[in-house]
């Protein structure tokens, strides 16, 4: 096992609860779409959990962040409210956006989370646009804008991303690689296998670490979070990863190797950190129990509101489109 | 006001006038930036209307970026759900294709997807139109496809007045304007008052009164309907022309109460004639004014073609007087 900075027990417990929201959250979701309680379609961030928790347990409150259609994760990484966000994934009135975004547009500007895109590497400019404000406005914030393996083969991931660098904005490009966009491997579609590699192009930093390990994602979020306050400009932090599940809620991810994802799911990052927390006596059977009896509370109270929450009337429809 | 009122004041340029609106909102709020290829002080914009602008407040505010139009774009939203009132310009309207998603997905939906927590308080400033022998890439009038995009509002100035006053209320507004400025206007003097004033979203100018035939004309139309409504009255026709100045929203009040009025109605615009700018007002003066039409309601716009190169053709597909005064007649 890999040594790191010691972090002090709260943060170590704040980063397991964090992963462990996420994964029970999502896990809560995947049921309730199955009978039929939430409309449209889901994409999961369960397997990924370590990234997002990794990336925030960095940030601020009123630092940034930009999210994408597998974006749960990301709001509740940021500080968002469980309840809320699933009311939204109901489509329920008292929903971070009303019922008007659902899964894959979820927002809460009140710490931060400036939204979910479902358009693939759109969020990358306007990441770079929060870093221009925070430069422009002379604060010391962050930002990081979270994406996948497959947004950086979009346009938008080089204009976005060389736009930061040339500016140096205060902006950590986060690419969750998953290897697969949607069903296409990320290897017959890019020859490299570093996606940090394109960083070179850029003329920033590119690390590349275990995504599924909470704390290599914390220690290098760390020192790219770090540069960026210190007028250093951006890093592309690539974390490898993969998803539990298939792309969305229908899908059974039958193109993905067999042995591929039995090795990938050994290394699921909640066993692994929760084991590691274990092994070097960082928190006791005792006080993990404590925390896993408490996000179970915390979802099951979620789904409770959502479930209890009215439907915005039909004619809400028509509100918010204009300031 | 309306410009023709304006006569007793100093002339301008339209150019100097949007360079008056950039300077005086961006004295007047710190939140104010531009951004967009060649703005800065080696080029000030495509057709100069950043002139001075870097060299006063500086490269920080005056950014000259990449070639970058997404980018652009979805810099100018990020800052501008983070507490800065961008303006970004496209160097000509055809690049906004280049954008797309960012202007009509996340500009257009941010605060609507997410239920009304933020608003997106920026302006994308496009030069565009035909007419300078500059071919199928940098001559369109799109004005209408961001029309059809809620979300978004289209501001369309033709005069200096309009330009400067328009201009300052995009970016005083809280929600992305897509601010068209037509490229054969830049250079056309008008009146323009030495003290503050703004032109309000949604109120159409008449810039001729009249009785017999309405135009509803915009941009550099307008003043091609004015040359064929000064023309008509020497023949006894007196023309109405209203310019909208706003696309969204639309002053459809002013213009139905013309077409009430005079019972007769010509459209001109740029831009394409199917499912263009005229077919939207045409579509609105059917539903609230038909029982007052003493004619079929007329378009002049370009045919379904991209715009030509070669003066000759290029003539041939823009709206000119002879062709608003023919439809004119048509509708007597």
Known sequence: M???PLLEKEKLKELYRKMLEIRRFEDTVFELFGKNLIPGTIHLYAGEEAVAVGVCANLRKDD???STHRGHGHCIAKGAQLKRIMAEIFGKKTGYCKGKGGSMHIADFSVGMLGATAVVGAGIPIATGAGLSIKLRGTDQAAACFFGDGASNQGTFHEGINLAATWSLPVIYVCENNLYAMGTSQSAVMRIKDVAD???SYGIPGVTVDGNDVLAVYNAANEAIKRARAGKGPTLLECKTYRRRGHSRFD????RPEEEA???LKRDPLPRFRTQLLETAALTLEEITRVEEAVS??????VQFAMESPYPTPEEALDDVYA | MSTLEADAMREITYCDALREALREEMLRDDRVFLLGEDVGKHWHGAFKVSRGLAEEFGEERVRDTPISESAIVGAAIGAAITGMRPIAEIMFGDLSTLAMDQIANQAAKIRYMFGGQTAVPMVVRMPFGAGASVAAHHSQSLEAWFMHVPGLLVAVPSTPYDAKGLLKTAIRNDNPVMFFEHKLLYGMKGSVPEDEYLVPFGEADVKRSGKDVTIVATLFMVHKALAAAEALAKDGVSVE?????????????TIVNSVKKTGRVVIVTEGCRTAGVGAEVAAILAEEAIDYLDAPIKRVAEPDTPIPFSPVLENFVIPDEKKIIKAVKDVL
């Not at chain 1, 509370?297 to 979620?302: D, G, I, L, M, P």
């Open chain 1, 2 to 4: 890999e040594t790191y």
């Open chain 1, 64 to 66: 940034y962040i930009t």
């Open chain 1, 198 to 200: 394109r960083a070179s």
């Open chain 1, 252 to 255: 059974p991810a039958t193109y």
């Open chain 1, 262 to 264: 039995e090795a990938w």
């Open chain 1, 297 to 302: 509370a915390a979802v099951e109270a979620a």
């Open chain 2, 241 to 253: 022309v209203i310019d909208p100045r706003t696309l969204t929203p639309l002053d459809t009040e």
